[in-house]
């Protein structure tokens, strides 16, 4: 085999990957030179290359996959535009051809349904990343700034909760749902929404045992909201002084959304 000096690997790498489409391990082992067992390194070497945004458990090789169409083959860097129709590296004015949307996406559903109680509030990202800028182009934009639109829209998709709420959503779910509550959706939303922003203050101020938070502000939502429920009550672990602090939070949280009405 003959080895080709890495800036060739690279592109050599993205030619056969993400232009031709192999995927066959073997094969694109074969085209670059190199050992099979050593690809997924060169493909994290791709990806900073690219400098595509990392982010969760998605690979380099992923990331790229997401992005190629603003990569430039020849550049390896995100320089891509589109310029009317055809899409142009705006660094070395490489020209790749016309920019063909996809015409499968039907705007007339939901592309993906939420939930407060959810990560993120998605249920599931039902639109494929590669159709997320047809529906960029609806906007009054347009082509304006597409490739980088898309990524910020997909930065955000995947971020995450901050590690508080991230445990307090995750544990008030399964409290729900232990408690035969997960169906009341409407409930679950407003819980939701309450662990979300009481747990950016216990984040803040370091406060520990934040389930038992959780335990305290359901405690006292199925007072205000279903009393049939005294005896699910009952299960719930919060002392006096947990409940002293959700009580304070609750009636901050009132006089901070009067505020804003007003």
């Not at 080895?3 to 192999?22: A, M, N, S, T």
Request: glycine share 8%; aromatic share 8%; net charge positive.
């Amino acid at each position: 085999m003959t080895l080709l000096k890495e800036p060739d690997q690279l592109q050599r790498l993205f030619q056969l990957r993400f232009i031709e489409g192999v995927t066959d391990r073997e094969a694109l082992a074969r085209g670059l030179g190199v050992q099979k067992g050593s690809l997924k390194k060169y493909f994290r070497r791709l990806g900073r290359k690219v400098d595509v945004p990392h982010r969760g458990t998605l690979s380099y090789e992923a990331q790229v996959e997401k992005n190629k169409d603003f990569v430039c083959p020849e550049c390896l860097e995100m320089t891509v535009k589109i310029v009317g129709v055809m899409r142009v590296c705006h660094k070395c004015g490489l020209e790749l051809g016309r920019w063909e949307l996809d015409q499968s996406l039907p705007f007339d559903s939901t592309y993906a349904p939420t939930s407060s109680m959810a990560l993120g509030r998605s249920l599931g990202g039902t639109l494929p990343s590669n159709q997320v800028y047809r529906v960029l182009m609806k906007s009054p934009t347009g082509r304006t700034d597409i490739g980088l639109r898309a990524r910020y829209i997909n930065i955000v998709h995947e971020s995450n909760e901050t590690p508080t709420v991230k445990k307090l959503l995750e544990y008030g779910s399964g409290l729900l749902k232990n408690l035969g509550l997960e169906e009341r959706h409407v409930f679950a939303n407003i819980y939701a929404d309450h662990l979300r922003k009481m747990g950016v203050y216990l984040e803040a101020k370091r406060i520990g045992r934040p389930h038992r938070y959780a335990h305290a502000l359901l405690g006292h939502l199925i007072t205000d909201m279903a009393t049939e429920y005294e005896e699910v009550k009952a299960q719930l672990r919060y002392d006096d002084h947990e409940s002293a602090f959700i009580k304070l939070w609750l009636r901050l949280d009132e006089l901070a959304n009067g505020e804003k009405g007003a």
